[in-house]
C-alpha cells in the first residue's frame, strides 16, 4: 500500500516505483526496449539516407 506507482510511458500501465523494478518509469524490459527502439528508430529516420548494403563495406569503419 505505501508503494508509489506510476504510469508507464509507453503503455500506460501502472508499475511501482521501487528498486525492484529496475525498468522504472517503464512496466517492464519491453517497455523500454520499445520506447528506446522507437526514439532510434526516429533519430535514424532523421538522419537517415537508406543504407546501400554495397556501400557499407568500405565506407563505413566504425570498429
Ligand atoms: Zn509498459
Known amino acids: 500500500m505505501s508503494q508509489r506507482q506510476v504510469p508507464c510511458p509507453c503503455c500506460g500501465k501502472l508499475s511501482p516505483w ?3 523494478n529496475p525498468w522504472r518509469p ?6 523500454k526496449q520499445i520506447d528506446l527502439g522507437l ?3 526516429e533519430q535514424y529516420r ?15 569503419h566504425r570498429a
Open 18 to 20: 521501487s528498486s525492484d
Open 26 to 31: 517503464f512496466c517492464s524490459e519491453r517497455c
Open 39 to 41: 526514439w532510434a528508430a
Open 46 to 60: 532523421v538522419a537517415g539516407s537508406p543504407v546501400d548494403p554495397l556501400a557499407d563495406d568500405g565506407s563505413d
